[in-house]
């Protein structure tokens, strides 16, 4: 401590050493300083003197940054190829996600829109329905089977007809526990009784083997068929309810020589195109065995609808009592008018 005592003491001797007016202006500059900041931080007269110093000491602040920026554009002047390269590729790879991203949400529109088309099929048809989604397709290129994520423990049974959001698309012919295998009407093994929606004209529609083709068999030469009819399901033999949209004719060759015509018609149901699908629970019940219950259960709600509206109907008020005779006064009556004083 003696030793820092006497460090400090040649620094002091050289401060009065120079006089008192060095000591003197320090302590006028220390309180003008003091005064400055004060009047600076309570009042705005100093206002405009700093605004004018900060317009004067503006290119000093240039000056000062100019070698920072000189630093950073030689910087980007003079990067390295690879940190490009990389950065390149780091932009690359965003913008496949993107594109990913954007292919998704077409897909999932286009999802959409066959899914309400699919719902809007099910608000119209009467019976039962289970939508099911494809997953599989037949490898043989002669059969034409598809696979679908419905079976047994779904409710499919075997014959169950299968359509889409436009019309009939085939049959399941084979159940498994979770999934099940629809054979299509284009299939060469497939049939199906379809009539003329316009004049009800009966036929067979056959596959064959071409995914846009079906074939009308036996129809005779003179039958009223043109191109351009709407062949619906008939509903013969029992597997395919009757009504539903198979196929438009597109063609009709009639031959005079030929005892039956040739008629083409191309399937209203996107069968290579359609993804999701609704399998048909039909009515077991025949259509007598409908109309009755259908007219029973109407005659039942008919009379509980009387019975409610007759318990809610007011009750007629009861007669009332005849009125007691007014009791005899004891004072005897009057004479008439006529009597004896």
Request: hydrophobic share 45%; proline share 7%.
């Amino acid at each position: 401590m003696v030793e820092a005592c006497s460090r400090e003491e040649p620094a002091i001797k050289l401060l009065f050493s120079k006089g008192p007016s060095l000591v003197m202006r320090m302590l006028v500059l220390a309180v003008l300083a003091a005064t400055l900041m004060v009047v600076d931080a309570r009042f705005d007269t100093l206002k405009p003197v700093r605004s004018q110093l900060g317009l004067v000491l503006t290119p000093f602040y240039w000056l000062a940054d100019l070698p920072v920026r000189i630093r950073d554009g030689i910087n980007q002047q003079f990067s390295s190829r690879s940190e490009l390269l990389a950065e390149n590729e780091k932009l690359k790879a965003e913008a496949l996600l993107m594109q990913r991203r954007l292919q998704k949400l077409a897909a999932l529109t286009e999802q959409n829109v066959r899914l309400r088309e699919l719902l809007n099929s099910a608000a119209l048809v009467d019976e039962k329905v289970l939508v099911g989604e494809l997953i599989g397709v037949d490898p043989n290129p002669f059969t034409h089977r598809i696979l679908i994520d419905k079976g047994e423990r779904d409710g499919v049974f075997l014959g169950q007809p299968v359509l889409d959001a436009r019309g009939l698309m085939g049959q399941v012919v084979e159940v498994m526990p979770y999934t099940a295998r629809v054979l299509l009407l284009t299939d060469t093994t497939h049939s199906i009784p379809v009539q003329v929606n316009r004049n009800g004209l009966r036929a067979i529609a056959v596959g064959t083997g071409n995914p846009e083709r079906l074939e009308l068999r036996h129809v005779a030469d003179t039958a009223d068929i043109k191109e351009g009819d709407l062949l619906v399901s008939s509903g013969m033999g029992q597997r395919f309810p009757a009504g539903y949209p198979v196929a438009v004719v597109s063609e009709v060759i009639h031959d005079s020589g030929q005892p039956f015509a040739i008629v083409r018609a191309v399937p209203t149901a996107a069968l290579n195109r359609t993804r999701y699908m609704l399998m048909v629970f039909s009515d077991p019940r025949s259509p007598e065995q409908r109309a009755s219950e259908a007219a029973q259960a109407q005659e039942a709600h008919d009379r509980q609808l009387a019975e409610q509206a007759k318990s809610q109907a007011p009750q007629p008020a009861t007669e009332a009592a005849p009125a007691p005779a007014p009791a005899a006064s004891a004072r005897p009556a009057p004479t008439g008018a006529g009597g004896a004083r």
